[in-house]
């Protein structure tokens, strides 16, 4: 069986005629239950913060967000907690350039965007991007999901 990854933008109309016959599931932070529980923004609690010793989150957003280096702003520990799927992202609209994902929450180094999606973020879905190396454009849990189901899951 196919397994096709679209954007929630589109409309029903349109997936409809592009995938006929196809079940349609929503696996973003808006789809319903069960399937929100695979969106990045779930707060599934006590996730481990990856390079950072007994640390937790509340979801791996909040994992991704609280990492994030911009030139005036370091990580931010209390993304970690957010319960609500709301209120996770640090934009560069807001905080200017980002600079890198910090290798942990202590951690010194900065890891560029493609090998921080390789070491914290390779376990976001308005994107299809399925590429890890494609930093062009957000990485797509839903074609992540795919990768995995069909034993194309990219090594690390």
């Given at each position: ?5 679209a ?10 005629t592009?995938?006929?016959g196809?079940r ?10 069960p399937?929100?529980?695979m969106s990045p ?11 950072s010793?007994d640390a937790?989150a509340?979801?791996?957003?909040g994992?991704w967000?609280?990492l ?5 702003h370091d ?7 957010v ?10 609209r807001k ?5 890198g ?20 973020f ?6 299809v ?15 992540l ?12």
């Open positions: 069986m196919p397994i096709h990854i954007s929630r933008r589109r409309s029903a109309a349109s997936l409809a592009a995938h006929p196809a349609i599931i929503d696996v973003t932070s808006k789809g319903p239950q399937w929100v529980r923004f779930y707060p599934h609690g006590h996730i481990p913060v990856p390079l010793g937790v509340q979801s791996v957003e994992i967000q609280a994030k280096v911009f030139g005036d990580v931010d520990t209390r993304k970690l907690e319960v609500s799927m709301t209120g996770l992202k640090r934009t560069v905080y200017g350039p980002v600079l994902h910090r290798a942990g929450l202590g951690g010194e180094e900065l890891l560029p965007y493609e090998e921080a999606r390789r070491r914290i390779l376990l976001l879905d308005y994107t991007n399925g590429d890890v190396t494609d930093t062009t454009s957000a990485l797509s849990h839903a074609a999901i795919r990768l995995y189901v069909t034993n194309q899951w990219p090594s690390a």
